[in-house]
């Protein structure tokens, strides 16, 4: 934990680097809301509440370093459950060498309560915003997109019985750490924003935050493939569907963008434009407004 | 926001002096478990959810800069009650001029659940931990103990209506800060936690952590008196009551601890021992263990 006191005082205490400014994200996951117990393993249920801050981090370019959790458990619930949401915590949180540092536990009235805050840093003024982009930049995206969701409305539909190791993007999604560096380290991204709530809907908070409208080319989105027979999802999750983590950013015109970094495919979907309005394009052909459609966790 | 960029981007951004280090802490509030709507008004709940974080910066003698709130609502919950407990919660941080730096909101699927992360900063190297006293040092604690759990207990027991008012211990609890940063800066203190689960219990945070023992004087203890008759409460609720916010600290045998810090009374209470126990004297004449007796939130 860097020198840091860590866990067990009153605060935790956190050192950041000399130069660094301090990035806070904070996230409740709510059982039946952003998880289901008969559908996600308690290890997913772990990771994927962890997986919400990193990615906030990552798309500020940061380095996470630390992370916080509180815990609320209903009576009755199994220890093996939380041992196993813990171990599912855990083992992401030490891929990023990201420390537990503190937190707590309590008893829930009502269904599991996560609440997670990641700690991360930045070099002072580097912090890549959501309004740093210009009319002409190009639009691009990490990995692809619509698997989370589609994964999620196969397991509403109960079609068919799913095995989370063939859907990693919705039990495992994991965050754009390096891509988010990189890019911060190397001034490639105008702006970036964690595609958490959907293509569209985070597309248009960017948008908004830069004063700018932009036009998504259809083809050029890379549409996720998911299951054991690779199968591409609909369009439609992957233009509205949340929670793939990938990193939404735009460059300059001029600048040059690897169509891989770190690993990650990183894909030219559009451009800025002039006004407020986003649009759709199939090539020279058609072009239709494209309106932010909030993705809505699952409900009872 | 001290040039944060603040709310609105996938994080804060949280600048803090050359020279410090960050201090972080969570606490995760619940409706049936730390407040209640028939009991405590919505400015209270808000306020409450706070205090407990402020407290905890306090207890380390930092400074409190940002607060974030994460808030879950159930469906049907009055907006107002919304607004008001958000209104005691931004009275309460403006008076320790901290932002309400980030934060967000959800549908809870049953009571209100509020998340709330406090960020501030201390010198680095110079946070007061719980681990730094010794045998033979003094033990203090700030203003009186007992008024909030006997308050809690009046309104459990409804023997008859009260005016939150004229109970300010229990409904709008202050944080020590400025007490915390003197002590800190003067060098006074050589440990420090808050009373939030009771003296019992934090005491014996304190000597475990510290590896010491103590012995307290009965006749020593600073009962609160709570309601408009200021009626001094149960001694057990001033030795085992939680949430009264006071500061407990230690200094060493020399140090000259003033009776009165930043307008708040301060007494010695007893001393630190070897071993590990904790005993309470009646003068010379009883000696009697004192076992921490966890203070448990009221449980529907």
Sequence with gaps: LDGGTGIGDDCAVVRIPKGHEALITTDLSLEDV????????????????LVRGLSDIAAMGGKPRAAFLSLAL????????ADRFLRGFLKLSSQFKVSL???????SPSGVIADVVVFGSVPKGKAVLRSGARP?????????LGGSAATLNLLSSRRKKIR????PQHFRPMPRIEVGRLLRENGVASA???VSDGLSTDLAHLCEDSGVGAEIQIKAIPVAAIGKSARAVDLRFALHGGE??????TAPRGKTVPSRIAGVRVTQIGRLIRGRKMFLLQGDLARQELLPQGWEHFRS
């Design 192 to 194: 970036m924003i964690d």
């Design 101 to 107: 540092a503190g937190g707590d536990t309590a008893e």
């Design 34 to 49: 952003h998880f289901r117990r008969v559908w996600h393993t308690a290890e997913s249920a772990g990771h994927r509440c």
């Design 244 to 249: 793939d983590y990938e990193l939404l950013f």
């Design 74 to 81: 209903p009576r009755g619930l199994p220890q093996s459950w």
């Design 136 to 144: 002409g930049d190009s639009i691009y995206v990490t990995g692809e």
């Design 164 to 167: 989370p190791d063939d859907f």
